[in-house]
């Protein structure tokens, strides 16, 4: 076997042993999320995900689809590009059918047609990036545009509630200014 090989093979099992982890963990904690009012999204293009972690993300949906304590966002398999790409794709769909004009498209009617259109704040007002790199990695393309980023040089596992407390202090000293100028 080659080194490509032997490469994939382990990277399939890392992605297998993930979404076993994600699926026993979404099966243990379903009626506690549902006990405390969470509301669980689903982004990303799932039909590439095994079909009983597909049936059981449907089950998560629906279940919670009423409560309204917390909304907790799941992006898996998601590609920001593709999500941009989904919505220009929708909103031609309906120029051809008639329901709007070519005109009528701006960005509010842009972001209805994204993934994030799930949850009353599509737009996050702090991206946290742990592992030392300096990117955002296709994730959240348009919702991103005037967000804050802070990078942790901590893979996740160990980004804990020090970490997070230090990130929300570096935040609430930033002057939020959506594309103006500071007002010096």
């Not at 079909?51 to 059981?56: A, G, I, M, T, W």
């Amino acid at each position: 076997m080659s080194f490509q090989e032997l490469e994939l093979l382990s990277k399939m099992v890392e992605i297998d042993f993930i979404m076993e982890l994600l699926e026993r963990a979404l099966r243990d904690e379903l009626q506690q999320l549902t006990r405390k009012k969470v509301r669980v999204s689903i982004i990303g293009d799932c039909t590439r995900l095994p079909k009983p972690l597909q049936v059981l993300l449907r089950e998560a949906e629906e279940t919670t689809k009423n409560n309204s304590q917390l909304h907790l966002i799941c992006a898996l398999n998601y590609s920001g590009q593709n999500d941009i790409l989904q919505a220009c794709q929708n909103m031609a769909l309906k120029v051809k059918d008639g329901l709007i004009e070519p005109e009528d498209i701006n960005k509010f009617l842009l972001e209805k047609e994204l993934e994030t259109n799930c949850t009353e704040f599509p737009n996050p007002d702090l991206l946290i990036r742990t592992s030392g790199e300096l990117r955002i990695s296709n994730f959240f393309l348009w919702q991103l545009a005037y967000t804050e980023l802070y990078f942790a040089n901590l893979l996740w596992p160990d980004f804990g509630e020090d970490e997070f407390v230090e990130t929300l202090s570096s935040f609430q000293k930033r002057q939020r200014r959506y594309g103006g100028r500071s007002g010096s």
